[in-house]
């Protein structure tokens, strides 16, 4: 069914060679000089946007605050929904558009390394408020890179091998289409697919998780969305750990990756000093 479905969005933006279907999941980076049509769909035709050309596969965007700001908020409603409508005059298309977005930025617009730069603070809290508060609040993952030193580029890679983490992910995926197994979902069968109303019943979350989940809420001002967000991503990494129930430590680390306002503190415990790792 993954396989029609990305096949299906190629034939219709020509984009199948000899008409053969597709086998690869879709990995899409358009330029930041990207329209707000090139990347949600549109012209006389109504083509599929970028969005629906990565559909079960993944839209990287790089230098995230360098596209259009209406651009990149026409990806809001297909990041919630999974789908696009492109409107004509005429007529109406709706193309699916289930993607993984990942996004790619400096810290400010000088791309200094962090207290090198001659504008001070203001130049990065200016460059990051070119993206919306709404278009954040559906990122759930924020992880800092740090700089490379010289001195490590000519050491040999250290950290788990990338087949080691496929295959655990690939038992984390599996979990969750068992989880899922009764119930209608469109694919994919994932802990992001589920409805919010029905995680409660899905997730197993224990008390200590659903207190602390409670008291972050409050102190980092999470929207609904944000709140559901963190659940999901903390009954992810529970997946990881090949956990039944959702810990306090799950939703720990999964607040530890969410985007809040510096002002904003709460005792998350042990659990935070794994970002690094886990990232």
């Avoid at 004509?88 to 930025?105: D, E, K, S, W």
């Avoid at 810990?247 to 969410?258: D, G, N, P, T």
């Amino acid at each position: 069914r993954e396989l029609l479905d990305v096949s299906m969005i190629q034939s219709v933006a020509g984009l199948l060679e000899r008409g053969a279907l597709t086998r690869a999941r879709p990995f899409r980076a358009p330029h930041h000089s990207a329209s707000m049509a090139a990347l949600v769909g549109g012209g006389v035709r109504a083509k599929p946007g970028e969005v629906s050309l990565a559909h079960l596969g993944v839209l990287f965007l790089d230098e995230l605050p360098e596209f259009h700001q209406q651009a990149l908020d026409a990806l809001r409603q297909p990041l919630e929904d999974g789908i696009v409508t492109v409107a004509r005059a005429n007529h109406h298309v709706t193309y699916p558009a289930r993607v993984q977005l990942i996004g790619a930025m400096n810290p400010c617009r000088c791309a200094a390394k962090p207290g090198a730069c001659r504008r001070g603070p203001q130049c990065a809290d200016a460059y990051q408020a070119r993206l919306s508060g709404p278009l954040l609040d559906r990122v759930d993952l924020f992880v800092d890179v740090d700089v490379v030193a010289a001195a490590d580029l000519l050491r040999p890679a250290t950290g788990e091998k990338s087949a080691v983490i496929a295959e655990r992910v690939a038992k984390a995926r599996e979990a969750q289409h068992a989880r899922f197994d009764d119930v209608h979902l469109a694919l994919p069968q994932t802990n992001a697919s589920i409805a919010s109303a029905q995680i409660d019943a899905k997730f197993n979350v224990e008390p200590e998780a659903a207190a602390l989940l409670t008291q972050a809420a409050e102190a980092f001002s999470l929207s609904a969305r944000g709140y559901h967000r963190a659940l999901r991503v903390a009954r992810t990494i529970a997946d990881l750990e090949q956990s039944d129930n959702l810990r306090r430590r799950h939703v720990a680390e999964a607040l530890s990756f969410r985007r809040r306002a510096p002002s904003a503190a709460i005792d998350l415990g042990p659990e935070r000093s794994r970002r690094r790792n886990v990232a």
